[in-house]
């Protein structure tokens, strides 16, 4: 072979190992780059997703916790409306308990004080009131000094109005000598308004 062949060859040798060597090169750069890029990317990625109990996170469970978060506060605000509602029953309820309770101790206090004329009592009360109707209203008053104050109540239902008048007319006199005159004759006064005189039952 020629001197000059030989030449060609070395040199056509010598350019294919130095493009082979640049191709070389230029494809571990390019590929170290492209895992470094890659790599950057993964990263940045990863730093924009919120911390989880789990290593995925995607565009559906986002949604998903969001609506969770969302429900969850609905539920808060629905537990404290019933908070304060349970609270607003509380004390209402505590209101009318304490309401029924005065009502019945006003109740106790009228049926204390209610006078009733039974029956069985009537006839002998109005014979008795027709007695004391005709006295004077001093001995009337002298008389009823010694009875209680329910049965003065009971005889003064019955007798007529003028003779009831004349008989307090006397103990408001007699008050200026006997000041508990006076107040026996405001609580009979008061009594005569609470007095039920029984009615015998309709006959059919």
């Known amino acids: 072979m020629s001197r000059l062949l030989k030449t060609i060859l070395l040199v056509l040798l010598g350019l294919l190992l130095g493009t082979g060597t640049t191709i070389y090169v230029l494809w571990k750069t390019t590929s170290l780059y492209a895992d470094k890029l890659v790599a950057e990317r ?17 565009v559906a469970i986002e949604n998903l916790s969001n609506d969770l978060k969302a429900e969850r506060a609905q539920v808060k605000k629905k537990e404290d409306e019933l908070d304060q509602r349970e609270a607003r029953l509380n004390v209402e309820e505590q ?19 209610l006078v009733e004329v039974g029956l069985g009592e009537q006839a002998n009360l109005k014979k008795l009131a027709q007695s004391y109707s005709t006295l004077s209203p001093k001995a009337a008053v002298a008389i009823f000094r010694d009875m209680s104050d329910r049965t003065v109540v009971k005889l003064l239902s019955i007798m007529k109005p003028d003779v009831v008048g004349a008989i307090f007319e006397e103990m408001s006199r007699e008050s200026a000598v006997d000041p508990n005159l006076a107040k026996r004759a405001a609580s009979i006064t008061d009594q005569l308004r609470l007095v039920r005189v029984a009615k015998p039952p309709p006959t059919n």
């Open 95 to 113: 209101e009318l308990t304490k309401t029924r309770r005065q009502i019945e101790a006003m109740r106790t206090a009228i049926d204390q004080r």
């Open 42 to 58: 993964a990263a940045a990625e990863a730093a924009k997703k919120p911390d989880k109990p789990w290593d995925f996170w995607t």
